[in-house]
């Protein structure tokens, strides 16, 4: 048999795809012929699957299993007792120590929590006094600007005012020649 389909008709037997005949080719295999190394496992699992044989079990398996459990059961009840207690404390303890954490945890949080808002809120009135300045700043700049160029636009009027007047008394002399 062809060594890739085994290795396919393995993996189909591990799905639960094989039919029947794939499984009687795969225990032919493992019975028959001579198997690699690697699948020396499956050939042991495969056949200790298919394998025939009957297990016997003995007929007093039944009772000697029932005195079993009923030696063990009797020789752990003493210790439920004292495990229940010991475990109600441990538990009592445990919920006193998770509570512990948990107002710990709250309280550092909360207190971390208005650290930051309190050095935001700083923070925040200290950007907004540098913005101030700077906005105060910068329209100071503009007055400035704007003043300097106020004084420009004057004497330009100035000067157009004295051109004009000029010039409407050379209309004023042309039309009196005319």
Known sequence: MNRNNIGLLIQKYYDGDTTLDEEKQL????????????????????????????????????????????????ETMPRKAALPRKRAMVATWASIAAALIAV????????????????????????????????????ALVSTKLNAGMDQVQQSKAELERANKVLNQQFEIDKQQK
């Not at 079990?57 to 039944?62: M, W």
């Not at 650290?115 to 700077?134: C, G, V």
């Open 104 to 139: 710990v945890s709250i309280v550092v949080y909360t207190e971390h929590r208005q650290d930051a808002q309190t050095i935001a809120m700083q923070t925040e009135a200290q950007n907004a006094e540098k913005m101030y300045e700077q906005t105060r700043q910068a329209l």
């Open 27 to 74: 225990l032919d295999y493992f019975t028959n012929e001579t198997v690699p190394p690697h699948l020396e496992k499956e050939k042991a699992l495969f056949l200790a699957l298919h394998t025939k044989e009957t297990i016997e079990v003995p007929h007093d398996l039944e009772s000697r299993l029932a005195s079993m459990i009923d030696r063990l059961d009797k």
